[in-house]
């Protein structure tokens, strides 16, 4: 089992900036990508940035060049940066990880969700 925790959302006018954090606990050794999608009212969850265990990472259309993903392994932990925020950015973001182990068995945890609002 990963148990997930996250931070670090909250209110902020647009232009500026919030880092989420999540911090991962329990079958961390078996984790192979760690993420964030998010979900605004009325709509369905997307994905925003992941970042894979070797590093590589992939970013939604809408959030690329403004949104920085990273992972520091030492503490088990991903965070979002996300700079310029703008209202559409308003949403709950989730933290996902996927976790591999044994013959190929497959699964992704959640985490409880942070409300982020962008709003002057």
């Known amino acids: 089992q990963v148990q997930l925790v996250e931070s670090g959302g909250g209110l902020v006018q647009p232009g500026g900036s919030l880092r989420l954090s999540c911090a991962a606990s329990?079958?961390?050794?078996?984790?192979?990508?760690m993420g964030w999608y998010r979900q605004a009212p009325g709509k369905p969850r997307e994905l925003v940035a992941t970042v894979t265990s070797g590093g590589r990472t992939n970013y939604a259309d809408s959030v690329k060049g403004r949104f920085t993903i990273s992972r520091d392994n030492a503490k088990n932990t991903v965070y979002l940066q996300m700079n310029v925020l703008k209202p559409e950015d308003t949403a709950v973001y989730y933290c996902?990880?996927?976790?591999?182990w044994g013959l190929g068995n497959t699964r992704d945890y959640w985490g409880q969700g942070t409300q982020v609002t962008v709003s002057s």
């Open positions: 329990g079958s961390i050794g078996d984790i192979v990508a």
């Open positions: 996902n990880v996927i976790r591999v």
